[in-house]
């Protein structure tokens, strides 16, 4: 099967940037989010992206209007209706995910494959919400997109050889070099990323080293290119908390229970980045 157009359900950080992905590598990309507002800011953040390419002389001006002309916003499902492959990247929640699984079902066409772009959960969960289980899988892809050259594929207990196969074509027309796991809690990378997370808050909370140690630490000694709690304000200390008790749920282990400055911080709304405050500031 080759897959020419491709549909992405959310434009927040992570839909966006996989929209925006597909769209430079070719593809016929149509967008969704639930209103106008949140379609507009989605699409402007992708038209930033892009504009940021062309003043760097990454990308020339008319480049830029080609990856925009096969871009595509919308807030109905039904323009769906001719991808052949669609990466669902709404939030982290498993029924809302299954209700967008089970409309993707009724209004792709019978060939086409539905991934999720989900850190953590079930993907065989999702799956059985369509009639086709054999044609989902996970498309784990990193953050931000454009620069992250993973993709982490998961293959659940029903996904064919054949969609596995479709799917690894794709993430490597992305530009992305793609691994494989299995559906279990976490996939590879965050079943690794997780427990060193919240190690890392344990340290803060037990008053062993400073934020900024510990980041130092991790950045010169490890030449990881940032600190494991920059790398939270980044990617958002509520989605770190999702994940740990997501994982924890399913394996009991206590490395993933998150501690108690993490769940404090989340009820501060201290969540990194995005709220302007987590272990550091981000003055608007
Ligand atoms: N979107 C697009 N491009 C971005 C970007 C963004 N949000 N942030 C940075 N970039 C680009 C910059 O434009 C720059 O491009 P250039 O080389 O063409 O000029 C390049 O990335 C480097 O950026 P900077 O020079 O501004 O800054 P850094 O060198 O510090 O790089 C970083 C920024 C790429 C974010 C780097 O610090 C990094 O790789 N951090 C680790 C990120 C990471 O680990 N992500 C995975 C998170 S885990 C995950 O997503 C899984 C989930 O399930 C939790």
């Known amino acids: 099967m080759e897959i020419k157009r491709v549909g992405v359900v959310g434009c927040g950080i992570m839909g966006s940037g996989i929209a925006q992905v597909a769209a430079q590598s070719g593809y016929q990309v149509v967008v969704s989010e639930l209103n106008d507002q949140l379609l507009t800011k989605g699409l402007g953040n992708i038209n930033s992206a892009l504009s940021r390419s062309v003043e760097k002389g990454k990308m020339s001006p008319e480049e830029k209007e080609a990856v925009l002309g096969r871009l595509k916003g919308t807030t109905r499902l039904e323009d769906f209706g001719d991808c052949d492959f669609v990466v669902e990247a709404v939030v982290e929640n498993m029924e809302e995910k299954k209700k967008v699984f089970a409309a993707l079902d009724k209004v792709c066409p019978k060939h086409a494959i539905l991934a999720s772009n989900t850190s953590c959960l079930s993907i065989i969960e999702m799956a059985m919400a369509t ?135 989340v009820l501060a709304g201290k969540l990194g980045r995005k709220t302007g405050q987590g272990f550091y500031d981000y003055p608007k």
């Open 131 to 265: 009639q086709r289980p054999d044609q989902v899988l996970g498309a784990h892809f990193f953050n931000p997109v454009p620069v992250m050259r993973l993709l982490e594929l998961v293959r659940s207990i029903a996904t064919s050889d054949q969609t596995l196969e479709a799917a690894k074509k794709f993430g490597e027309s992305l530009g992305k070099t793609v691994i494989v796991a299995k559906d279990a809690p976490g996939f590879i990378v965050n079943h690794l990323l997780l427990p060193f997370m919240l190690d890392a808050v344990r340290l803060v909370e037990r008053g062993f080293a400073t934020k900024e140690d510990i980041d130092n630490g991790v950045m010169l000694g490890l030449n990881h290119p940032m600190g494991p709690l920059t790398l939270g304000d980044l990617i958002g200390w509520d989605t770190i908390c999702f994940i740990a008790d997501a994982i924890y749920e399913e394996l009991k282990d206590p490395r993933y229970a998150p501690p108690m400055l993490l769940k404090h911080m």
